[in-house]
C-alpha cells in the first residue's frame, strides 16, 4: 500500500507570504495527487488535481507541482480567507488523503 | 451545478447499524463514481467506499466486512449502511462525486455538506 506522508502538520503565517506543504509518496505515485482544502465546519474542496491542474473557479494563487513521490502545494500570497486544512489525495487500490496541514493566519 | 445532500439519523447506539442516504440533484446519477468518506471529530479524512450506478461497489478493506452500499437511480439517492457500529465510528459522514480512471488518477470534485453521527447508547 501506498504511504502519503503530509508536512508541515500546521503552520502559521502571514497576510501576503508565500505558504509550501509538501506531500511524500512511500513509491511513484506519477502525477496522481490532489489537493483539498477545508475550512472549519465545511465539507473539503477540491483545488488541483493531478498534481498541478487547477479546478475550475479556483484563485491562480493556489499552485499545484510535482511529480513521481514529491508534491508541493504553494499559496503564492497568503490570503484571511486562505484560513483552513489542506490535505493531499493520492490512490493506489483505494483513495488515500494525507493527514493534514492546519494553516492558521497570523 | 451538481450538489449532494446526506440525510439520516445523527444518534446510532453501539451494535446497531448505521443508515445514510445521499440525494443528488443537478445532475444524473448515471455516471460517476459515488463515494462515501468520513471524519472523525478533529481527525482526519477516511474513504468508506464508492458506488458506480451500475450497482458496482469497491469498500476500503479496513471497513469491508460491515460497509454495504446500495443506489436508487430511479430518486438519483445512494446509501451506506454500516453495521455493528462502535464509538470509534462517530463521525461526519459526506457523499461526494468521484472520477476514477484506469491510468490510477481519481479524485472527488463535489460533496456534500456532512452530516454528523453519534455513536452512543
Known amino acids: 500500500d501506498i504511504q502519503i506522508t503530509q508536512s508541515p502538520s500546521s503552520l502559521s503565517a502571514s497576510v501576503g507570504d508565500r505558504v509550501t506543504i509538501t506531500c511524500q509518496a512511500s513509491q511513484d505515485i506519477s502525477d496522481y495527487l490532489n489537493w483539498y482544502q477545508q475550512k472549519p465546519g465545511k465539507a473539503p474542496k477540491l483545488l488541483i488535481y493531478d498534481a498541478s491542474n487547477l479546478e475550475t473557479g479556483v484563485p491562480s494563487r493556489f499552485i499545484g507541482s510535482g511529480s513521481g513521490t514529491d508534491f508541493a502545494f504553494t499559496i503564492s500570497s497568503l490570503q484571511p480567507e486562505d484560513l483552513a486544512t489542506y490535505y493531499c489525495?493520492?490512490?493506489?487500490?483505494?483513495?488515500?488523503f494525507g493527514q493534514g496541514t492546519r494553516l492558521e493566519i497570523k | 451545478q451538481v450538489q449532494l445532500q446526506e440525510s439520516g439519523p445523527g444518534l446510532v447506539k453501539p451494535s446497531e447499524t448505521l443508515s445514510l442516504t445521499c440525494t443528488v440533484s443537478?445532475?444524473?446519477?448515471?455516471?460517476?463514481?459515488w463515494n462515501w468518506i468520513r471524519q472523525p471529530p478533529g481527525k482526519g479524512l477516511e474513504w468508506i467506499g464508492y458506488i458506480y450506478y451500475s450497482g458496482r461497489t469497491t469498500y476500503n478493506p479496513s471497513l469491508q466486512s460491515r460497509v454495504t452500499m446500495s443506489v436508487d437511480t430511479s430518486k438519483n439517492q445512494f446509501s451506506l449502511k454500516l453495521n455493528s457500529v462502535t464509538a470509534a465510528d462517530t463521525a461526519v459522514y459526506y457523499c461526494?462525486?468521484?472520477?476514477?480512471?484506469?491510468?490510477?488518477?481519481?479524485?472527488?470534485?463535489?460533496w456534500g455538506q456532512g452530516t454528523l453521527v453519534t455513536v452512543s447508547a
Open positions: 489525495q493520492s490512490y493506489d487500490n483505494i483513495p488515500r
Open positions: 461526494a462525486r468521484g472520477e476514477f480512471y484506469a491510468s490510477g488518477s481519481s479524485n472527488f470534485d463535489f
Open positions: 443537478g445532475g444524473s446519477i448515471t455516471s460517476y463514481y
